[in-house]
């Protein structure tokens, strides 16, 4: 397995290229790039620009991990407003086009939700017209997965939405096809279940790993705490990633970011992961 960094990890003022220096000097083999509105690597991105971010990856000897949006929560796929799920679709197929672009096996996609309560006034949508609309959505985006070689990775998150591993597992072999799987989130499980049964059910299906720790007694958003210092029984998970043969990036998304400091989460999260790795690194 390799070891990766979410770029939502980093101070919300860094440029990627600070950002993948940084990851570099923290001991990461990979940073995961997140797909944005706009500014950098938005959903205008030119040619030059990934041929920059290429340029500043290989001077600094270090790979994507992934490529990531949070576009998915302005635009759900389970939106009411077909415009809205048009948007969605266009952002998805940028993001297939970029990862294309950069050698990225896997995207991260959030299908749509049911409601989502940490967004004020979100849109509650009726669970089985969610499922309907979340299939349709990627059954008419698997082709241009297809095609750029690159497969969709239904991450499990707050939403209200494919809830179980048995749920999500059924939803991804609904599909028949290599290039739909999970984009696992240890800690996003923890809520409401145990990311190392979450492994063993999805089996191969899994395609890309996110790690984060989580603290049921805290609960909400609140519960996200530094890694090791959670309820995630990481030697567990592990042992359930190598059952299964995983051998991808595991990558940390680290929220909220430090107070003071912020810079130092990302230190600190590579020596925890090293401790989590250290009996499985090849």
Same mark, same amino acid.
């Given at each position: 397995?390799?070891?990766?960094?979410? %770029?939502?990890?980093?101070?919300? @003022?860094?440029?990627?290229?600070?950002?993948?220096?940084?990851? &570099? &000097?923290?001991?990461?083999?990979?940073?995961?790039?997140?797909? @944005?509105?706009?500014?950098?690597?938005?959903?205008?991105?030119?040619?030059? $620009?990934?041929?920059?971010?290429?340029?500043?990856?290989?001077?600094?000897? %270090? $790979?994507?991990?992934?490529?990531?949006?949070?576009?998915?929560?302005?635009?759900?796929?389970?939106?009411?407003?077909?415009?809205?799920?048009?948007?969605?679709?266009?952002?998805?197929?940028?993001?297939?086009?970029?990862?294309?672009?950069?050698?990225?096996?896997?995207?991260?996609? %959030?299908?749509?939700?049911?409601?989502?309560?940490?967004?004020?006034?979100?849109?509650?949508?009726?669970?089985?017209?969610?499922?309907?609309?979340?299939?349709?959505?990627?059954?008419?985006?698997?082709?241009?997965?297809?095609?750029? /070689?690159?497969? %969709?990775?239904?991450?499990?998150?707050? @939403?209200?939405?494919?809830?179980?591993?048995?749920?999500?597992?059924?939803?991804?072999?609904?599909?028949?096809?290599?290039?739909?799987?999970?984009?696992?989130?240890?800690?996003?499980?923890?809520?409401?279940?145990?990311? /190392?049964?979450?492994?063993?059910?999805?089996?191969?299906?899994? &395609?890309?790993?996110?790690?984060?720790?989580?603290?049921?007694?805290?609960?909400?958003?609140?519960?996200?705490?530094?890694?090791?210092?959670?309820?995630? @029984?990481?030697?567990?998970?592990?042992?359930?990633?190598?059952?299964?043969?995983? +051998?991808?990036?595991?990558?940390?998304?680290?929220?909220?970011?430090?107070?003071?400091?912020?810079?130092?989460?990302?230190?600190?999260?590579?020596?925890?992961?090293?401790?989590?790795?250290?009996?499985?690194? +090849?």
């Amino acid at each position: 397995m390799k070891k990766g960094i979410n %770029i939502w990890s980093f101070p919300g @003022n860094s440029s990627i290229a600070d950002c993948i220096w940084t990851a &570099k &000097k923290a001991g990461f083999e990979g940073i995961e790039l997140s797909l @944005n509105g706009e500014g950098e690597l938005s959903l205008s991105a030119t040619d030059q $620009e990934i041929r920059d971010i290429q340029g500043r990856l290989e001077e600094a000897g %270090i $790979e994507i991990a992934g490529l990531a949006t949070g576009l998915y929560w302005d635009f759900p796929m389970t939106s009411a407003n077909t415009e809205t799920r048009t948007k969605a679709l266009d952002v998805c197929k940028k993001q297939l086009e970029l990862a294309s672009a950069f050698g990225v096996d896997t995207i991260l996609v %959030i299908p749509g939700a049911v409601g989502v309560d940490f967004i004020p006034d979100s849109e509650v949508t009726d669970y089985e017209v969610a499922y309907e609309r979340a299939q349709e959505a990627i059954a008419y985006l698997l082709p241009y997965a297809e095609s750029a /070689e690159v497969s %969709i990775g239904i991450e499990n998150v707050w @939403n209200k939405f494919l809830v179980s591993p048995l749920e999500l597992r059924t939803f991804i072999d609904s599909f028949q096809s290599k290039y739909v799987g999970s984009y696992f989130d240890v800690g996003n499980a923890v809520q409401s279940g145990y990311p /190392e049964q979450w492994v063993r059910i999805l089996g191969h299906r899994i &395609k890309k790993v996110h790690f984060k720790d989580y603290r049921r007694q805290a609960g909400g958003l609140h519960g996200f705490v530094d890694l090791l210092a959670g309820d995630v @029984n990481y030697p567990a998970v592990m042992e359930a990633l190598r059952m299964i043969g995983y +051998d991808n990036y595991v990558t940390a998304e680290m929220i909220p970011p430090y107070t003071h400091h912020s810079e130092q989460i990302v230190y600190n999260t590579s020596r925890a992961m090293d401790a989590i790795l250290e009996r499985f690194i +090849d």
